[in-house]
């Protein structure tokens, strides 16, 4: 054992400097290949080409099919126009006037002369209470007045003859002056009588019970032949006037002075929609600001009247009224949705004539509905981003697609769908077309107003 190590100790040792003289030469091999890729300037293109390989290349083409991308998006141009300035509310819809009907006077119910749910004009029969006993007493109280207007013409011819035979001193005055008082109570219970007829007569058209105002008839409480009173609780039917009808609708308190202002100049307009807001239902005119302000919600209740011929607008619906304050003529004005937020503020992407695209600043005077109204930073008649600009940075390339078609991405040339211009690289590649879809490395979104400039990394190869 002892010979043998000594053996291979010798062979070690005779072989020392030539191991030591291969690896000081592949030392300075590396050392020379290292500084000329990162020092010679003449080598350096071709050095860094082949050092990064297959990975390398496939990672350039990628980038290079993201920068060739064209995105497609909905644009819309600058306008200048005039645009209404207005306010918006929830309301409720109320009916101008609502009639409980009753009966004046007690008796059986003969006749119910509606449908229900009917229109109805003012003083179109509704019912009737069996109308007999009130033509009795309007006959009896004809009766008594033609018996004391007979007694007062009789008493009238006395005292004419009384007064005659006065003055030629054959009848004292005590006589006289008796016979005209009693002229003066015949006259006093004539016109009692006038009194009970005109009573009589207004039962008897009490019976017949009309509608007070022009409406439409609810649903019945009380079937014919059932007994009448003045004092019943639900009455006969419930009457409600929907022509013209009342919309009553609250607005933060904050607006008072800039409505109160508008209202003294002249009569303000109320447009109401149905309760999503799409369709418009009416048109009408400002009558009431209410007089209190709710202390617990700090708002303001204010009425307006419309004409409802047709009745779209019913009682108790839910409604949003737009109070029109002004108009502001020849606004700058952009889709709303055209207006993008950043860290530094409102911008827009603007196309431009070679269909790429620009973040724009701008100020925004005022949101009002689906539009802005700009101070500053657009001119009438440029064009505008609306839609996809999630996908969009300084210098992307675009092309116009009609709103609701379907996104779908595009490669190199605005082909929809086509792969980009590295394709698949391989096993290990990336896509450079890949959907057009920002990836986490690199974001379409700008931060603020200036996108990021780092170009997209290249897809490193797995080891």
């Keep these: 054992m002892m010979q043998r190590f000594s053996k291979d100790k010798?062979?070690?040792?005779?072989?020392?400097?030539?191991?030591?003289?291969?690896?000081?030469?592949?030392a300075s091999c590396s050392k020379s290949g290292s500084s000329a890729i990162a020092g010679d300037p003449a080598?350096?293109?071709a050095a860094k080409a082949a050092g990064a390989g297959a990975h390398g290349a496939a990672g350039a083409?990628?980038?290079?099919?993201?920068?060739?991308?064209?995105?497609?998006?909905?644009?819309?141009?600058?306008?200048?126009?005039?645009m209404p300035i207005y306010l918006e509310g929830l309301g409720t819809v109320t009916a101008n006037a609502t009639v409980t009907v009753r009966t004046v006077v007690d008796g059986p119910l003969t006749e119910v002369l509606f449908k229900e749910g009917q229109?109805?004009?003012?003083?179109?029969?509704?019912a009737q209470v069996d109308p007999r006993p009130f033509a009795a007493q309007l006959h009896l109280a004809e009766g008594q007045l033609a018996r004391d207007e007979a007694l007062l013409a009789n008493d009238k011819r006395i005292r004419d003859r009384d007064d005659e035979?006065?003055?030629?001193?054959?009848?004292?005055?005590?006589?006289?002056?008796?016979q005209r008082t009693q002229v003066a109570q015949d006259e006093g219970v004539v016109r009692i009588d006038r009194a009970n007829v005109e009573t009589a007569r207004l039962n008897l058209d009490y019976s017949r019970i009309v509608a007070p105002v022009d409406s439409?008839?609810?649903?019945?409480?009380?079937?014919p032949g059932n007994i009448v009173h003045a004092a019943d609780t639900n009455g006969i039917v419930m009457l409600t006037q929907l022509d013209p009808i009342a919309v009553i609708f609250i607005l933060p308190q904050d607006n008072l002075p800039a409505i109160a202002a508008e209202k003294a100049r002249g009569d303000l307009t109320v447009v109401v929609f149905s309760g999503d807001g799409k369709t418009e239902l009416a048109r009408g005119k400002l009558t009431v600001i209410d007089n209190l302000i709710n202390v617990n919600t700090a708002t303001l209740r204010l009425k307006a009247m419309f004409a409802n011929p047709s009745h779209v607008l019913w009682p108790n619906q839910f409604v949003k009224a737009r109070l029109m304050l002004s108009v502001r003529h020849d606004?700058?004005?952009?889709?709303?949705?055209?207006?993008q937020r950043g860290q530094q503020g409102s911008y827009v992407y603007v196309v431009?004539?070679?269909?790429?695209?620009?973040?724009?600043?701008?100020?925004?005077?005022?949101?009002?509905?689906?539009?802005?109204?700009?101070?500053?930073g657009l001119e009438s008649g440029e064009t505008v981003v609306i839609e996809g600009q999630n996908q969009l940075r300084p210098g992307s390339k675009v092309a116009v697609r009609k709103p609701g078609a379907e996104n779908a991405p595009a490669g190199p040339g605005g082909v929809p769908g086509a792969p980009g211009a590295a394709g698949e690289t391989g096993k290990h590649g990336s896509r450079g077309g890949d959907g057009g879809k920002p990836s986490a490395e690199n974001p379409a979104a700008p931060a603020g107003l200036q996108p990021s400039a780092e170009a997209t990394p290249a897809a490193k190869e797995p080891s």
């Design 331 to 339: 606004a700058l004005v952009v889709p709303a949705q055209a207006v």
């Design 61 to 82: 083409a990628g980038a290079a099919g993201a920068a060739a991308r064209v995105v497609p998006v909905v644009t819309a141009p600058v306008a200048r126009r005039d």
């Design 165 to 178: 035979l006065e003055r030629q001193k054959l009848l004292d005055t005590q006589t006289a002056e008796t």
């Design 10 to 26: 010798g062979v070690i040792l005779r072989r020392l400097p030539i191991i030591v003289m291969c690896l000081i030469l592949l």
């Design 216 to 223: 439409v008839v609810g649903i019945r409480n009380i079937d």
């Design 352 to 376: 431009g004539e070679d269909q790429t695209v620009q973040a724009r600043p701008v100020v925004v005077e005022l949101l009002q509905g689906d539009d802005a109204l700009l101070a500053s």
């Design 43 to 45: 080598a350096t293109p």
């Design 119 to 126: 229109s109805i004009r003012k003083g179109g029969a509704l």
